[in-house]
């Protein structure tokens, strides 16, 4: 995907916002910079792929997982908290004959704690409207060709609710461990542009 994202006007704002608070002395930019640090150190896809490798591995996990993914995600020491409010977390898993793929129309909303730094394509307008509407040739641009008979699902994250795969545990690994299972995961088999 090509990327249109042009976040410079919004990146500006947030710099005038800082400012404005730095010099009525509300914000102190040592303070601020070390909670987003430990934040952004604590968001990582390998939380994600975590919470894929324990579903994998435990059918009881995946039914939680599934039915209150924000219940279900302190079991592992995660949750969707960290911001000025908590999410809900919802995990849609891909079968044999549905496929879910992520995508924020609006914006850029993102479970950043378990996925991490949200990837620029996702942020572009093009991806954000072609995968609406045509997403199994989005999934072919990042190299995913599932069969005609595979029902696509797009999910549409919002301020309130974000998404993450479950993606379909690959045949043959059934004598991995859940590191080794979590290793074989990837950021994009987390969005759906990839089938792991």
Known sequence: MSDDHDD????????ELEAALEEKGLLDPRELDQVLEAFTHRASPANGFRVVAR???DDGFRARLLDNANEALPELGLSMGGGLQVQRLHVVENTEDV???LVCTLCSCYPLSLLGPSPTWYKSPAYR???VSHPREVLEQFGLTLPGTTRIEVWDANAESRYMVLPRRPEGTGDLTEAELAALVTRNGLIGTAAV
């Open 8 to 15: 410079s006007p919004i990146a500006a704002r947030v710099r």
């Open 129 to 131: 409207a072609k995968v």
């Open 55 to 57: 579903a994998w591995t």
């Open 99 to 101: 496929h879910n793929v």
